[in-house]
């Protein structure tokens, strides 16, 4: 009998207890972010993370370096309280060594469903130097009534840290990605600047919200000329005009506007003309040319076309041009379309570049042979 009246007694106990509050993280919202566009088909909307999202359906997340992030958080209320509550909540990360933490307080009603907490700024600030941190994990946990932290969920981000705002172009993503990733832990442009160049290198980028590579001149249709056309362009695929933009705009969502575009023709008027192009490595020229000096070489029989310099995706770019574009920045050359650079000056890329010009698609000149040293073509920003 006694057994009995104490289990009785248990339950009747278990049932006047007060409930406090459980929840569950459902979603996170950042404020004061840099709205980053899917490579040409939308900005990302908000909230940046949902829990019912597939990994790969969040939106990553852009701030500038130094930054205090700032967030609200949205929960399920899996218990709620049996009277009115006051719950603690707290999100915490490690960046870069540092530890960032939102923290606020909610209050809880027996009714309520879901709750959404006011905006948190981080207690400390970002890393000084540009980031990606791939993924940021944020832990939330949550006190109520003050009877110790639990776990409810955590948030998973591609988190995207730039030296300067964006400024001059939208921030795609896959600039964002490409160069945040690259200069990881620079805090100049000038630092920075090369690194974001060393991917274009390897002539394997691809783009971000799809995974289609980017080609130069592949296919050979291509008339895509600036860097929103190449992130449209179902292949992927842009002239040298397209690929330097692709540069400055890389350089551009981090704040760096002191790159410049060049044109490099033989003369202004020769390449308006179509009159006198250049020979894009590798020529070879057969003999001495059975033509009047310089263009002493018939073109295609005298002089002819070797497998060349490699380009974006592309192991065998067009041969020859009547004018291209590369970027400037401090002094030095960089060939986006081929990957090419730094180059000290103009008579590094010519070197490594160009073997030579052509007349009128019908005759050529060996670049050294014809004119010996010094440069054969002219420079022109733009």
Known sequence: MTDIKEKIAMFE???SAAHYTLLQLKEI????SHVVEKDTTGNFGKPEWQRERALAEQAPVCFT???SPKLKAAFNVVRAPTATESVEIRGQCKIGGATLEWRTSVTVQPADKIIVSPVMA???NLPDHVACYDPLIIAWEINPAGQGWISVGDSRHVFYVTLADPSGTPAYWTLLDISCRAAHGKQTAADAVPKIFV???GRRLTRKRDGQGLTYWNPRSTDVTNTRELLAREDGSG????WSEFLLDMYKVHGILDGRKVIVVRTVAEWQSAEVGFLVKNWMFKGLGSLASPFR???NTECVSMPGIAGQRNPNPPPAFFNHFIVAYGGKYYDPSYGGGPFDDQEKWEEGAIDGLFQQSSSGAGKRAAFGAGNILEFHPI
């Open 13 to 15: 106990n278990l049932a």
């Open 29 to 32: 919202e950042f404020s004061d």
């Open 65 to 67: 370096r130094n930054k």
């Open 122 to 124: 981080s207690s400390t």
């Open 199 to 201: 991917p274009f290198t």
């Open 239 to 242: 002239q040298c005009g397209s």
């Open 297 to 299: 070489y018939r073109m």
